[in-house]
């Protein structure tokens, strides 16, 4: 299943769809087998591991769980709003990025 994600790492995304829906943070990590996004600051899990000597304590790891690639939305660069994304061909049939919302060439 090689998808094209129209979402990089290091784009500004909204969540629009869970339990951190409004919410907004940096993309850390694409995950294209499972079609899912890792945001920066959302969908915050713990992970709790024991201890594993006598008399030392166990932890519990934050970290930021997947979120499925249809809950976020990029946030237009110039216009600071979610918005969707289209492809466009430039010249030598380069393909780039454009806001729906501005019309605007995003990379």
Same mark, same amino acid.
């Given at each position: 299943?090689?998808?094209?994600?129209?979402?990089? %790492?290091?784009?500004?995304?909204?969540?629009?769809?869970?339990?951190?829906?409004?919410?907004?943070?940096? %993309?850390?990590?694409?995950?294209?087998?499972?079609?899912?996004?890792?945001?920066?600051g959302?969908?915050?899990?713990?992970?709790?591991?024991?201890? $594993?000597?006598?008399?030392?304590?166990?932890? $519990?790891?934050?970290f930021?769980? +997947?979120?499925h690639?249809?809950n976020?939305?990029?946030?237009?660069?110039?216009?600071?709003? +979610?918005? $969707?994304?289209?492809?466009?061909?430039?010249?030598?049939?380069?393909r780039? $990025?454009?806001s729906?919302?501005?019309?605007?060439?995003?990379?």
């Amino acid at each position: 299943m090689n998808k094209k994600f129209k979402i990089k %790492v290091g784009d500004k995304v909204a969540v629009i769809a869970g339990k951190d829906k409004g919410k907004t943070g940096k %993309v850390t990590q694409i995950l294209p087998e499972l079609d899912k996004v890792v945001v920066e600051g959302v969908n915050t899990m713990y992970k709790h591991i024991k201890s $594993r000597k006598r008399g030392e304590k166990g932890q $519990r790891i934050e970290f930021n769980g +997947p979120l499925h690639s249809s809950n976020v939305m990029l946030i237009c660069p110039s216009t600071s709003k +979610p918005t $969707r994304i289209g492809i466009k061909l430039g010249e030598n049939n380069k393909r780039s $990025r454009v806001s729906k919302k501005s019309k605007e060439v995003i990379d």
